[in-house]
């Protein structure tokens, strides 16, 4: 059994300074339980920066993603809940039928307002509020669905300095999501699914030269 943190630390600016990103927002749909599943199993339980995660369910039904991610990953995964902080080494998945965003202060709000692309919770608005609110210290994933959402997001990412990765084709269940995104021409790197979790501790911890 994978041994988990009991608790995990805030985001204080000293601890900033060691990770060149503060916050990793990742998006899926269609087959993307599977490759945020592989994703989070494969970083260290002391990745220094917060994940955020839209992944499009049902509205009818309880999301149980928190509680199945929770059993394969050593990282903290919970649902977001309107007003807490960030903290380093913890996950945040965005509940059913409720739009997540990224605050400046390191908060999160959860909103029910109008869907977007006929969807909430919306990569779009996800990813526009860390561009807006983590500019050069934000970081997109883009992983398998279908449909185009995130596409719009990615190129907020890129306007504001910050990084996007999107799964190959090669690895997706469902192509509609990272294809439309690397359409952009915004996605800095296209990665099949087992080297994205080692791609986002390399640029976390050791930042990029592109």
Do not use: W
């Not at 916050?23 to 970083?43: D, F, K, M, T």
């Not at 998945?93 to 977007?116: F, K, M, Q, W, Y």
């Not at 910050?162 to 509609?176: K, L, N, P, Y």
Request: glycine share 8%; with cysteine.
């Amino acid at each position: 059994m994978v041994k988990k943190a009991t608790h995990s630390k805030p985001l204080p600016a000293k601890a900033r300074a060691k990770a060149n990103f503060d916050v990793v927002a990742i998006a899926a749909s269609a087959g993307g339980l599977n490759a945020i599943s592989r994703v989070l199993e494969a970083l260290p339980a002391d990745f220094p920066a917060a994940i955020v995660i839209v992944q499009h369910l049902d509205p009818r039904r309880r999301s149980l993603i928190a509680d199945i991610m929770n059993r394969r990953t050593r990282l903290l995964v919970k649902q977001a809940e309107a007003g807490e902080s960030l903290s380093r080494g913890s996950v945040y998945i965005a509940p059913p039928n409720r739009h997540l965003l990224v605050n400046g202060d390191h908060t999160l709000s959860l909103t029910e307002s109008e869907l977007v692309h006929f969807v909430r919770p919306s990569a779009d608005l996800l990813f526009d509020s860390i561009a807006a609110s983590h500019k050069t210290r934000a970081i997109a994933v883009v992983l398998s669905g279908s449909g185009s959402d995130g596409g719009m997001g990615v190129r907020a990412i890129k306007q504001m300095g910050g990084m996007v990765i999107a799964q190959d084709e090669g690895t997706s269940e469902f192509f509609g999501m990272p294809g439309s995104a690397i359409a952009t021409g915004c996605v800095d790197f296209t990665l099949p699914l087992p080297e994205i979790a080692a791609a986002l501790v390399t640029l976390v911890t050791k930042g990029t030269s592109k």
